[in-house]
């Protein structure tokens, strides 16, 4: 019997430990630099519309109109979905961490409004190697839910 609390109190104790390490701190290469968002790493967590390795990139999300609209299309969308925090908002740049419902493991999301009309895409995990698919579903599902407002 003592044993069984023990392993369940050793499966907590790491659960534990893990959801308050996942977070992370945000990476240093966030941002815009040189006109671009960052490469993505060589790992398969990250996709980005900039990206050179086809097994990374995605479609840009594309708008008509005025650029400033498109930026309050693109927050609202955002502020609609679960577990995110906007931590930057410019007039040129956006930058939201997602936190997963598990753990608490965040990805960085950010977007680019480069050419008019077009708005850069880049989704990382901060920690780990693999993803599942789960930054490209959420670039995905964000673009649909900001054509769907147009």
Same mark, same amino acid.
């Given at each position: 019997? !003592?044993?069984?609390?023990?392993?369940? /109190?050793?499966? %907590?104790?790491?659960?534990?430990?893990? #959801? $308050?390490? #996942? $977070?992370?701190?945000?990476? @240093?290469?966030?941002?815009?630099?040189? $006109?671009?968002?960052a490469p993505c790493p060589d790992s398969p967590n990250c996709?980005?519309?900039?990206?050179?390795?086809?097994?990374?990139? %995605?479609?840009?999300?594309?708008?008509?109109?005025?650029? =400033?609209?498109?930026?309050?299309? @693109? @927050?609202?969308? @955002?502020?609609?979905?679960?577990?995110?925090? %906007? /931590?930057?908002?410019?007039?040129?740049?956006?930058? =939201?961490? *997602?936190? #997963?419902? !598990? *753990?608490? *493991?965040?990805?960085?999301?950010?977007?680019?409004?480069?050419?008019?009309?077009?708005?850069?895409?880049?989704?990382? #995990?901060?920690?780990?190697?693999?993803?599942? $698919?789960?930054?490209?579903?959420?670039?995905?599902? %964000?673009?649909? /839910? *900001?054509? =769907?407002?147009?």
């Amino acid at each position: 019997m !003592w044993k069984e609390k023990s392993v369940g /109190r050793l499966i %907590i104790m790491a659960a534990l430990a893990l #959801s $308050g390490c #996942s $977070g992370g701190r945000p990476p @240093l290469n966030l941002g815009v630099t040189e $006109g671009r968002l960052a490469p993505c790493p060589d790992s398969p967590n990250c996709v980005s519309s900039q990206a050179a390795h086809e097994n990374q990139r %995605i479609e840009p999300l594309r708008y008509t109109g005025d650029t =400033a609209q498109a930026r309050n299309r @693109l @927050l609202a969308v @955002l502020n609609r979905m679960e577990r995110v925090q %906007i /931590r930057q908002a410019g007039p040129e740049y956006l930058h =939201a961490e *997602f936190s #997963s419902a !598990w *753990f608490g *493991f965040v990805d960085d999301v950010e977007f680019q409004f480069d050419l008019p009309g077009v708005i850069q895409a880049r989704s990382a #995990s901060r920690t780990g190697y693999y993803d599942f $698919g789960v930054n490209r579903e959420r670039v995905n599902a %964000i673009r649909a /839910r *900001f054509n =769907a407002t147009q």
